[in-house]
T-cell receptor, first 114, second 117 residues
Framework: AQSVSQHNHHVILSEAASLELGCNYS??????LFWYVQYPGQHLQLLLK??????LVKGIKGFEAEFIKSKFSFNLRKPSVQWSDTAEYFC????????????FGQGTELSVKP | DAGVTQSPTHLIKTRGQQVTLRCSPK?????VSWYQQALGQGPQFIFQ???????QRGNFPDRFSGHQFPNYSSELNVNALLLGDSALYLC????????????????FGSGTQLSVL
C-alpha cells in the first residue's frame, strides 16, 4: 500500500532560521505530490503541488519544495521562517489515475519562536 | 474562507450511538470527499461521492456510510460509535474533471470535532 512518511514530528525554530521538512513516499508509479498547511484553528490549505515538469516548485508564502524521484522525496523548504509560519504541515500524495484519494503523512508541527 | 462548510463544529456522543455529520461543498463543486484526522495523525481518506454515488472508499468499516444529495451536499454517518472514532472529520470538495485525479482544486472545510465518551 502507498504510504507517506514525514521525518520530524515537531520542529522548533527561531525566526529567520531556515526550514526543511522531510517527506518520503512509497510508490513506484506516477504520483502527484502536495504540501498542505493547517494553521491553528483553521482549515487545511494547499501550500504547493507537483504534477510534472520542473521538480523545484514554488508555493505561497515563500515556500518551495523539490521532487527527487530517485529518492522518492518531496522536501519542503523556506529560507527564513516567520512566527506566522507556526502551523502543522502535511505532505500528501495521490496516485495517478486512482481517483484522487489523498494519502497524507502524519504531519510535522512547526513552532517558530519570535 | 474555504467555501466548504461543515456542521456541527463540535459533537459529543457516547459509545454505541450513531452520528451524522454534514458538509456543503464550495459553490460550483460537485465532488465531496471525507477524511478522518485522529489526534496527532494526518487525515485518512474515508470515501468520495460524485453524482450521488460512492465512487471510491478507503479502509474504513461499513459502520461508516455516506450520502450525497442532488445539490451536492453530503452526509457522513457513523453507526455503533467506538471510542476510537473520536477524531476531526474533514470534508473536501472539488469539481469533476478538474480535481478528480490531481486534486489541484481541492478545498477543505474546517472539520467537525467528534468526541466519543
Amino acid at each position: 500500500a502507498q504510504s507517506v512518511s514525514q521525518h520530524n514530528h515537531h520542529v522548533i525554530l527561531s525566526e529567520a532560521a531556515s526550514l526543511e521538512l522531510g517527506c518520503n513516499y512509497s510508490y513506484g508509479g506516477t504520483v502527484n505530490l502536495f504540501w498542505y498547511v493547517q494553521y491553528p484553528g483553521q482549515h487545511l490549505q494547499l501550500l504547493l503541488k507537483y504534477f510534472s515538469g520542473d521538480p523545484l516548485v514554488k508555493g505561497i508564502k515563500g515556500f518551495e519544495a523539490e521532487f527527487i524521484k530517485s529518492k522518492f522525496s518531496f522536501n519542503l523548504r523556506k529560507p527564513s521562517v516567520q512566527w506566522s509560519d507556526t502551523a502543522e504541515y502535511f505532505c500528501a500524495v495521490t496516485v495517478y489515475n486512482q481517483g484522487g484519494k489523498l494519502i497524507f503523512g502524519q504531519g510535522t508541527e512547526l513552532s517558530v519562536k519570535p | 474562507d474555504a467555501g466548504v462548510t461543515q456542521s456541527p463544529t463540535h459533537l459529543i456522543k457516547t459509545r454505541g450511538q450513531q452520528v451524522t455529520l454534514r458538509c456543503s461543498p464550495k459553490s460550483g463543486h460537485d465532488t465531496v470527499s471525507w477524511y478522518q484526522q485522529a489526534l496527532g495523525q494526518g487525515p485518512q481518506f474515508i470515501f468520495q461521492y460524485y453524482e450521488e454515488e460512492e465512487r471510491q472508499r478507503g479502509n474504513f468499516p461499513d459502520r461508516f456510510s455516506g450520502h450525497q444529495f442532488p445539490n451536492y451536499s453530503s452526509e457522513l454517518n457513523v453507526n455503533a460509535l467506538l471510542l476510537g472514532d473520536s477524531a476531526l472529520y474533514l470534508c473536501a470538495s472539488s469539481l469533476s474533471g478538474q480535481g478528480q485525479t490531481t486534486n489541484e482544486k481541492l478545498f477543505f472545510g474546517s472539520g467537525t470535532q467528534l468526541s466519543v465518551l
